[in-house]
């Protein structure tokens, strides 16, 4: 099925040029605002957007369209704009329906708006050049692939309040760094961490991904039961690069041994999480000052040790 849904998508973006707007069937209404052309439809005085045309770099979807409140992006309203860059939100909007952005691969950053309560299965789907989304407090499910194959995203803001994550609500996004709310109790089938084999159409394991969230939470267990690294950045042990529990010289050593193969230009070993707990300084680095460090620490956690006795 997803198969079918990436080709699809794919061949609506390779017809491209033609506008949405085109294929809807007689709008009950249409206006032209900043160059952009919405139809829309009106119901209790509220306007849903269902298709647009022109929609190029960055727009201001308006407030109000011919005096009715804009509420809700309609399934599949933007589906395919592909000179689409940035959307500021109206704050009146409450819903995104759909795949309603699906296939916008300019679009690289994102915003959705606090007062939206809605998002619909697919919405940001093959997003290709999205870096960057924050999904505001009013929202309490990220549904299923909603972020499906946005190989480019690297930084979502959960909203405090979410509760689920859909199946394969990133998959596909190797690069994601994302910390999941303790307020989540539950994440879907290949929710993260997963992407496509580059030798076949099966999923494979993002390597090295971590996932972030609180000790105790449905984020730990998802990890757990995955096989993925798990971090709780205001709970681990700096500095603890072989997961022994403890901070000592075999930690110094393992960093000092990855800093040679930088110095050296040799393959780093590293993953994503050693490199974040071993960097103890914190720089962004792993150098002989974070194996210096470790050592300190070694130190100290030692004489408290001998002084409990």
Not at 197 to 220: C, L, N, P, R, W
Request: net charge negative.
């Amino acid at each position: 099925m997803k198969k079918l849904i990436t080709a699809l998508l794919s061949a609506a973006i390779a017809l491209g040029a033609a506008p949405a707007g085109a294929y809807a069937l007689d709008p009950l209404h249409t206006a032209t605002v900043d160059g952009v052309t919405y139809s829309f439809a009106v119901s209790d005085g509220n306007a849903e957007i269902t298709s647009v045309s022109g929609a190029a770099g960055e727009i201001t979807i308006p407030s109000e369209l011919e005096g009715f409140k804009v509420t809700s992006i309609g399934d599949k309203a933007f589906f395919g704009q592909t000179a689409l860059g940035f959307v500021y939100f109206p704050d009146s909007l409450e819903n995104i329906g759909q795949l309603a952005f699906a296939g916008c691969t300019a679009m690289d950053q994102l915003a959705v708006p606090n007062n939206v309560r809605t998002i619909g299965d697919s919405a940001f789907m093959g997003c290709t050049s999205l870096v960057f989304a924050s999904v505001g407090d009013g929202v309490t499910v990220i549904p299923d692939d909603c972020f499906f194959s946005c190989p480019s995203l690297r930084e979502v803001y959960l909203p405090s309040k979410l509760e689920r994550i859909g199946s394969e609500a990133f998959f596909g996004c190797p690069e994601l760094d994302t910390l999941i709310p303790e307020t989540v109790t539950e994440i879907g089938y290949n929710a993260l961490g997963y992407t496509t084999s580059a030798h076949s159409s099966y999923s494979t394991q993002v390597d090295g991904f971590i996932v972030g969230g609180k000790v105790g939470s449905a984020a730990e267990t998802y990890a757990s039961e995955n096989g993925f690294d798990f971090l709780d950045p205001d709970n681990y042990l700096a500095g603890d690069v072989n997961k022994d529990g403890r901070v000592d010289a075999k930690d110094a050593s393992a960093v000092l041994a990855e800093y040679s193969r930088a110095s050296t230009g040799a393959e780093l070993t590293f993953t994503p999480w050693q490199r974040y707990v071993g960097d103890i300084k914190p720089d962004m680095v792993i150098d002989a000052n974070d194996a210096s460090r470790i050592l300190i620490e070694y130190a100290r956690l030692s004489t408290m040790s001998d002084s409990a006795l």
